[in-house]
């Protein structure tokens, strides 16, 4: 009997009928359904690698509200931020200069766009991953080993600053307000990224690392069976920088020591990452660590704010280990590749995602 359901299962039909809804995982919780669809089941959802927060917590510093009283002061942020994404790849930015109330109104914008008429979010839902605005549930639907419990609204909102028409009308101005902060503070971190590696504090800018903002505005909805899947595989962001904005709904987690653990749940508190790009370009100095997001357990959708920064769209330019960190001692680890490497949207494997090893000498 088990045997004939398996045949019975066709996989690539029952993906073609949830894409064709166009309201994603949102949609299938709109209908009421109490079981999800085979297409979401992930085996790798319990994980014998885990420690508690209580053994392992991200770094958090304190960015003093972007403001630096005296060289001292910042020369102490920016060893803290060398530890963080040397050992780590992430950290927990506090006191980060990023206004609250601009914080909740974009959380609130993007959980009013996924929570309206499915009818207006149809009209975004699109596969065309060259379009610039768009709506979708798992950009790798169609390849992945196990599709997951996430909606997503995206789009570059620079060096191209979208026309507020041309978003969506319920959260448009909240996303050109707060994309605007995101590139002040993104600025900031890439001269302390600089810093750390012993350079000028704007050469990771002058390079390109703050050409290409992508904004990426998650709804993972409430989740019937959490044990069956995932909010988002594991993966690394092929980015330069991450910088994540989210709710008091817990569920990311990151690996730090071989050894999965949750990342803490603070609404008030930004968080950085590590890209596969800036890991290429540094020539392993900072670290692009894997990560993952659990099924949405709780009664009420999680929202999550990913910007990525990358290359823009239309670059056509060539990226490898910057030059100046080269060294008898310290040879290129990786070939330079097209700036098109930065492609996020790409199939993830579902035995991990070595995205650089395919560049290694």
């Given amino acids: 009997m088990e045997s004939k359901m398996v045949e019975a299962y066709d996989r690539a039909a029952e993906v073609k009928a949830f894409d064709e809804m166009k309201t994603g995982a949102k949609g299938l919780v709109d209908a009421g359904i109490t079981e999800i669809p085979r297409i979401f089941h992930n085996p790798l959802v319990a994980v014998e690698n885990y420690k508690p927060s209580s053994e392992v917590r991200i770094p958090s510093i304190d960015f003093g509200g972007r403001v630096f009283e005296s060289p001292v002061a910042r020369e102490s942020v920016v060893a803290k931020v060398k530890h963080a994404v040397e050992n780590y790849g992430f950290f927990q930015s506090i006191n980060h200069g990023f206004p609250l109330d601009l914080m909740q109104r974009m959380r609130e914008g993007v959980r009013a766009f996924h929570d309206q008429d499915p009818q207006v979010r149809k009209t975004f839902y699109t596969r065309d991953m060259n379009k610039r605005v ?45 994309s605007k902060e995101v590139m002040k503070f993104a600025e900031l971190v890439f001269e302390l990224l600089s810093e750390a590696l012993g350079l000028s ?52 987690q990151a690996v730090h020591d071989g050894y999965y653990f949750d990342v803490p749940v603070n609404p008030d508190a930004i968080i950085v990452n590590i890209g596969d790009l800036l890991q290429l370009i540094t020539n392993d100095k900072f670290i692009s660590v894997e990560h993952r997001v659990l099924a949405n357990g709780s009664n009420h959708s999680r929202i999550a704010v990913s910007s990525f920064f990358v290359h823009p769209p239309t670059s056509a330019s060539v990226i490898g280990p910057i030059k100046e960190l080269l060294s008898e001692d310290n040879p290129p680890k990786y070939r330079e590749t097209p700036a098109g490497f930065s492609n996020h949207f790409v199939p993830r494997q579902r035995h991990g995602n070595n995205s650089l090893s395919h560049l290694r000498i």
């Fill in 134 to 178: 768009k709506y979708f549930s798992n950009p790798d639907l169609f390849d992945s080993p196990a599709a997951s419990w996430r909606d997503t609204f995206t789009c570059f909102m620079f060096p191209d600053v979208p026309d507020k028409q041309d978003l969506p009308e319920i959260c448009g101005e909240i996303m050109l307000e707060y």
């Fill in 201 to 252: 504090p704007n050469h990771l800018k002058d390079i390109g690392c703050t050409k290409g903002l992508c904004m990426l505005c998650h709804c993972y909805p409430p989740c019937p069976e959490p044990d069956r899947t995932l909010g988002a595989a594991q993966h690394t962001d092929r980015t330069f920088l991450t910088i994540l904005l989210q709710d008091h709904i817990g569920g990311f």
